[in-house]
């Protein structure tokens, strides 16, 4: 597929291609995602590439989007499956971006902005649903989680018990539970877990269920008894002695410390591999100070699960108990190294970070001591917002999730692999959309296409320069250079795409990369105007002047109907202090095309330094009208009406140019001048302070400062500014004159 050449500053003369990527064959993708030839995912994408290789680029782009709302559908329910519920909300929103109006999205984008936290949009977005089908069991739940997580119980349990009655399971049963004990209404809380275990079954799971449900309101002797009465109904179960361990040592860490060790032993009976009762038990023992059986639970934890950083954190209070300080901050380390998400726990990692401070001042770090310290006191405020907000029962959607089983490793490997074969046909219809977009002259929606191509497959070939090149036609030249770097890293000999690159660079004025990127395929530049044009720019930028004026004067010569090369041999002119010439080819270009607002800027500063302020004015007033934030502009504007003492006007265009641009620090210097002149001393020196401490080796901003700290009588003050001057004027460090 293939776009015409876009005329842009300056011109290129090529043919520039946009490449559309298919799979092999799409019995790869059948196979990739387990799909069925009937699959409709699959189907979107070969009716898909059947009508881009007929070129009927109106029904592919249609299809590739059906697909790719079913594709990222699908994803964000694997994500989902995966509990990474950030991941599965954005692939839920990029799907519905593709099929806005289809009301099966509005259900899994509310699920998704529950689990994602926004419970804003999941309010919305169910109610939405609901609207749509009053019957859905499913969405009736959805409101009902986020009623229950923005604290409306009352209404969070009309919804709930509507969904317990169309569709009974574990995870609404818990969350309706546990509210009617957030409306203290025990009776009923009974009743539901009664027939709970009737109507789902008397497991161990599910009496742990329950007993979580009384932990989450604090009725701790509901939560001990519902376990002590699942241990009675199933003596051999794993888990019940370890959630009855674990909540004795919640209830009461030092009165039940003694009955929850027992029950971790009584598990370790049951399950002697079981981690999580080992560390417990480790834990629990380090509190009552029996150091050796301690450790030697929380090693075997560590054995048991390499990965995990909770027993290193023991360990290492351990270690420090017994001045084992190498053990100790080692320990501290691990467990810091292993920790990814600091909320795990509760932020219980604050404990490492708090140990390793003490270890580091025992060892005489104080600086990294002091470090982990703040790093542990930021961590504890955390916690104990995590607390109250679970004491009010304002939990975020993410930070409250009901028990249910977590998904089995072969699951997540499942998972796992269901998204990685999906990513190379993902990213094969983001680029061909962004091939469509690039052909309807769309470059900003084919940036975005590219660079999600690119996310999924960042070695899929073309795609680095499909989106170069549209980050070129855009007029994006910096994020242009990064994808075109890459793509010529890899295919050295792509001239359009050299040229393109070599272009980017001339315009973001990096003029020795623009040589090095374009003296491969010199010849060809000189062959080319636009290519010539930035070529011998960059050759006289780089002091190789007559080389580069002979080349722009050739081109100029070869297309004297250039308003683009006219304004760049001007600018030749003009940089080496040829200023007639540099006058005559700005008029020149701007007689092709009197709209270029960056010529007439530049002629007005031609004028300036040619001594002709006030011809200056009309071509800078010209340009500000096209570009009314240009502070370069508006600044010299501003010189050239000091210049024939319009200086109300003057001054005001100056107080605009440090509101835009606070760093510019000649236009300090001349508000700060003609405050000076003006009477207006103090104010004065604020703005001359202002423009030397931006630019220090300014040496006239030094002197002006010296004449106003003199006037304000600040005789030591205004000594020191004059000896600066004389010192950066003396070594010649001056910065460049303001009027530049």
Known sequence: MELDAIQVPPAILFVMFFTPIRLASCLLLAASINASPQDDLLQHYKIAETFSEKGDQALAVAEYRLFLSQALRR????????????????????????????????????????????????????????????????????LGRVLFQQGVYAEAKLRLEATVVAAPGLDVGYTLGVTYLRLKDEQHARMLFADMLKGLGDTPEMHILISRAYEEVGAWREAIQQLTTGIARHPKAPQLHYFLGLAYATRDEVVDSPRAIQQFRAELEINSRDARSHYMLGYELLKQHELAGSESELRRATSLEPDS????????????ENQRLSEAEAAARKAIALTEDESRNDFQIHRAYYLLGRI???????????????????????????????????????DFESPSAPVKMEGRAKLARLIDQLKPALANAYNNLGVAAAAQQDFLEASKYFQKAAAWNPSLETVDRNWGMAEFYGKRYSAAIIALERHLAAHPDDTRARAALGLSYFTVENYAKTL??????????????????????????????????????????????S??????????????????????????????????????????????????PADAIPELQTALQ??????????????????????????????????????YFDAYYQLGK?????????????????????SPNSDYIHYQLAMAYRRDAQSGAAAREMQTYQELKGHRQGGPSPEK
Do not use: C
């Not at 950083?309 to 420090?320: E, K, M, N, S, V």
């Open 75 to 142: 994803l964000g329910n694997a994500q989902g499956q995966l509990r990474d519920f950030k991941a599965a909300h954005e692939s839920f929103e990029e799907a519905a971006s593709f099929a806005p109006d289809d009301p099966a999205f509005a259900l899994d984008r509310a699920l998704a902005s529950l689990q994602a936290g926004d419970l804003s949009a999941a309010k919305v977005l169910a109610e939405k649903s609901l609207a749509a089908d009053p019957n859905n069991a499913r969405a009736q739940w959805v």
């Open 309 to 320: 950083p909770d027993a290193f954190i023991d360990l290492a209070q351990l270690y420090l």
């Open 360 to 398: 580091l001042k025992q060892t005489g770090h104080n600086e990294e001591a002091q470090e982990q310290m703040e790093i542990s006191q930021r961590l504890r405020t955390k916690r104990l917002e995590r607390q109250r907000a679970r004491q009010d029962g304002t939990l975020a959607a993410n």
């Open 516 to 561: 090095s990127t374009l003296q491969p395929m010199e010849d060809t530049a000189q062959s080319d105007p636009g290519l010539a044009s930035a070529y011998g720019t960059s050759l006289m930028k780089a002091g190789q002047f007559d080389r580069g004026m002979s080349l722009l004067k050739r081109v100029a010569e070869e297309n004297p109907n």
């Open 563 to 612: 308003a683009e090369i006219h304004g760049l041999l001007g600018g030749a002119y003009a940089d080496q202090g040829i200023y007639a010439p540099a006058l005559e080819e700005y008029h020149k270009s701007l007689a092709l095309d009197p709209a270029q607002a960056h010529v007439h800027f530049l002629l007005g500063l031609a004028l300036i330094r040619q001594g002709k």
């Open 626 to 663: 096209s570009s009314p934030s240009d502070t370069p502009a508006k600044y010299h504007l501003a010189f050239a009406l000091l210049q024939i003492q319009k200086k109300s006007e003057a001054r005001g265009l100056l107080e605009e140019v440090i509101k835009q641009d606070p760093k």
């Open 674 to 694: 003609l405050q000076l002149e003006q009477g207006e001393t103090k104010a004065a020196i604020g703005n001359l302070e202002a423009g030397s401490q931006l």
